[in-house]
């Protein structure tokens, strides 16, 4: 496994802990204290880092000393845990969704295409191939929003340049190439350049 790799998916892990801690929260009651006289979780912040491998990030010498030491010292480091694949964006897709990599997905999906569904396995992965999943595969902020709740997403770089793709949902046309599989270095015509990948 590479080391960018174990890195996306020790974020992974910490990524699902506050999941369950929301939807902990998402099924509580109303009130502020919930039945343990506990306060109740009101915000959770996923932040998805990655390409450092595991030492660089937590290791003595690490350039994040509050990631690496103050968070670490107060919650669970889990440092065993392993993606669902080995690019980003089938570990993005199991990270919100639950559904394990397609042979597009874990190739980071050059061609924007629709999801070819063929079933569904008992435990809710669908079977099928594509990059695109029908609304049927439920994802957290679909349960965030059934719950009455709230969520965003924060991408940074991304839509910087509209002709890669829009600043609010960037993508491409459906069954037509990504434009965005290489960060674009900063130009005469995007002078911010266009980092998001």
């Not at 046309?173 to 266009?194: E, F, R």
Request: charged content about 15%.
């Amino acid at each position: 496994m590479s080391k960018r790799t174990l890195m996306r998916t020790l974020f992974a892990a910490i990524s699902a802990v506050l999941v369950g801690a929301i939807v902990a929260a998402c099924g509580s009651s109303s009130s502020s204290l919930n039945v343990t006289g506990q306060q109740q979780i009101k915000h959770v912040f996923v932040i998805t880092l990655e390409n450092e491998n595991y030492a660089a990030t937590f290791g003595a010498n690490s350039k994040a000393p509050y990631l690496s030491q103050t968070l670490a010292s107060q919650g669970a480091l889990v440092q065993q845990y392993y993606g669902t694949g080995h690019v980003s964006l089938d570990n993005y897709i199991s990270m919100i969704s639950g559904q394990a990599p397609t042979p597009e997905t874990d190739n980071d999906c050059p061609i924007y295409q629709d999801f070819k569904f063929a079933g569904m396995t008992p435990d809710g992965q669908a079977i099928g191939s594509g990059c695109v999943y029908p609304a049927s595969i439920k994802t957290l902020p679909d349960q965030l929003k059934a719950a009455g709740l709230t969520w965003k997403g924060y991408e940074d770089d991304m839509g910087n340049d509209p002709t890669r793709e829009a600043a609010t949902c960037g993508h491409p046309a459906l069954n037509t190439t990504d434009l965005t599989q290489v960060g674009q270095a900063p130009s005469a015509a995007v002078p911010l350049g266009d980092q998001y990948a």
